[in-house]
């Protein structure tokens, strides 16, 4: 679970980073980050268990990798609710108006989208959707990378 959190400070400090430079991350643009954070936080996770017990079950190191996981989302969608509120305020309403703009263009009443807009784009649904998508990816690459240890990479520790 270190690891995680480790993982979730290093990702916090990049985007805090970009944001410094001018260049805070649009939408899903900084998955890919959280992918590759969630991907190695599992797999080391797994490595360490099984350096420590070359028996370890597959549950535990599923179980294991999710919690470290979980960890990393838990410390990002509360990060990133806070940063949505407190470092980029006006990014939000800004989105709205953009979005409110372009439906205007296609002929859609004002009345009609800036409700939906303002009621969904909000520092709390950002996050939330965050956090249940980095747990989900946390569930399936505990259940892949697990398999991965479980099946493959053991062999090549017991033969060395």
């Not at 991907?39 to 919690?67: A, C």
């Not at 305020?89 to 800004?94: I, R, S, V």
């Not at 709205?96 to 009609?112: F, K, N, S, T, Y």
Request: charged share 15%; net charge positive.
């Amino acid at each position: 679970m270190v690891l995680g959190f480790l993982a979730a400070l290093a990702v916090i400090a990049l985007r805090l980073i970009l944001f410094t430079m001018g260049r805070p991350p649009e939408g899903t643009d900084f998955m890919l980050v959280h992918f590759l954070a969630v991907i190695t936080v599992v797999y080391f996770t797994d490595h360490r268990l099984l350096s420590q017990n070359i028996r370890t079950s597959f549950p535990t190191l599923m179980r294991e990798g999710f919690k470290a996981a979980a960890v990393y989302a838990i410390l990002f969608g509360a990060f990133i609710w806070i940063y949505s509120r407190t470092v980029e305020p006006d990014h939000f309403p800004a989105r709205i108006e953009e979005m409110v703009a372009r439906g205007l263009a296609e002929g859609q009443p004002e009345e009609v989208i800036r409700p939906r807009l303002t009621q969904f784009f909000t520092p709390f649904n950002y996050a939330s959707i965050t956090f249940f998508t980095l747990l989900i990816t946390g569930a399936v690459n505990a259940l892949l990378v697990g398999m991965l240890h479980h099946k493959v990479l053991r062999k090549y520790r017991l033969r060395g």
